[in-house]
């Protein structure tokens, strides 16, 4: 399996930022893993063109279920392929809280992504509430149920598993808690999807940065990073991206 480091620029980045994915192909032109950049919809094309070649994909960071139709503001998943994108990422727990994003809605658009031909990045993630009540394995096992196409495979499905309280928080879970959640979720994918699950990537998320992701890359069923924060800055993810090269 080739492991991934996925960066998400969320609401970040304007025509200037695109100097920070030169620089990152510059330093790393290929890598040994793979290598993923899903900046907002804005900078899609630019971005695409920048990475035509080159070892970095791009992916969005939403879509709607439908190929097209009368919604305002969305993009479906047929446009992100259009644009260049390879990848979509799917019910981040901030689409889940900002915009009220159930599992259903996520499978909805994780087999909407699929039909594209693009690969779906399905997040999952308890709060830190749920964890402190010790609901992490049942909150995360009734995410994956809902949430991931029932005909995804280990090219067409990654699965992140990025703790709520974590993100953007500075703060990780601990690497035995990693490790615990990250069986467990290989456990869930192959009682769902059989042996195909055995391939596909299971990213941690969550305070990934170049300080603790060579710890974190150790961890057993830990398949590369998504990365928000540490994403932005080509010297930071590069940094990432060696540390998953290298494990
Ligand atoms: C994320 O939002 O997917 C994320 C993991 O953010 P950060 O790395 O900034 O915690």
């Given at each position: 399996m080739k492991k991934l480091a996925a960066g998400n620029?969320?609401?970040?980045?304007?025509?200037s930022s695109l100097a920070e994915v030169t620089a990152l192909l510059a330093a790393h032109p290929a890598p040994t893993c793979e290598m993923l950049l899903c900046p907002p919809a804005t900078l899609l094309t630019a971005m695409a063109g920048l990475a035509k070649g080159s070892a970095l994909q791009i992916g969005g960071?939403?879509?709607?279920?439908?190929?097209?139709?009368?919604?305002?503001?969305?993009?479906s998943a047929a446009m992100l392929a259009d644009a260049g994108a390879a990848y979509v990422i799917l019910?981040?727990?901030?689409?889940?809280?900002?915009?009220?994003?159930?599992?259903?809605l996520v499978r909805a658009k994780a087999e909407a992504a699929l039909a594209a031909g693009l690969v779906a990045v399905?997040?999952?993630?308890?709060?830190?509430?749920?964890?402190?009540?010790g609901q992490t394995l049942d909150v995360i096992g009734t995410q994956v149920d809902g949430s991931i196409p029932l005909t995804g495979t280990a090219a067409t499905l990654v699965l992140a598993y990025e703790p709520v309280w974590a993100i953007?928080?500075?703060?990780?879970?601990?690497?035995a808690?990693?490790?615990?959640?990250?069986?467990?979720l290989r456990a869930r994918l192959r009682a769902l999807i059989g042996a195909e699950a055995d391939g596909v990537r299971i990213l941690y998320g969550g305070s990934v940065k170049p300080s603790n992701a060579v710890e974190i890359f150790a961890v057993p069923h830990v398949d590369g990073a998504l990365v928000g924060g540490a994403?932005?800055?080509?010297?930071?993810f590069g940094a990432i991206v060696a540390a998953l090269a290298a494990a």
């Amino acid at each position: 399996m080739k492991k991934l480091a996925a960066g998400n620029w969320k609401m970040n980045g304007t025509q200037s930022s695109l100097a920070e994915v030169t620089a990152l192909l510059a330093a790393h032109p290929a890598p040994t893993c793979e290598m993923l950049l899903c900046p907002p919809a804005t900078l899609l094309t630019a971005m695409a063109g920048l990475a035509k070649g080159s070892a970095l994909q791009i992916g969005g960071q939403d879509c709607h279920p439908k190929g097209s139709g009368a919604h305002t503001g969305d993009i479906s998943a047929a446009m992100l392929a259009d644009a260049g994108a390879a990848y979509v990422i799917l019910g981040h727990s901030e689409r889940r809280s900002d915009h009220g994003e159930t599992d259903a809605l996520v499978r909805a658009k994780a087999e909407a992504a699929l039909a594209a031909g693009l690969v779906a990045v399905v997040c999952i993630g308890e709060t830190e509430g749920q964890r402190d009540a010790g609901q992490t394995l049942d909150v995360i096992g009734t995410q994956v149920d809902g949430s991931i196409p029932l005909t995804g495979t280990a090219a067409t499905l990654v699965l992140a598993y990025e703790p709520v309280w974590a993100i953007g928080t500075g703060r990780t879970p601990t690497l035995a808690e990693i490790a615990e959640v990250h069986a467990f979720l290989r456990a869930r994918l192959r009682a769902l999807i059989g042996a195909e699950a055995d391939g596909v990537r299971i990213l941690y998320g969550g305070s990934v940065k170049p300080s603790n992701a060579v710890e974190i890359f150790a961890v057993p069923h830990v398949d590369g990073a998504l990365v928000g924060g540490a994403s932005l800055k080509a010297a930071d993810f590069g940094a990432i991206v060696a540390a998953l090269a290298a494990a």
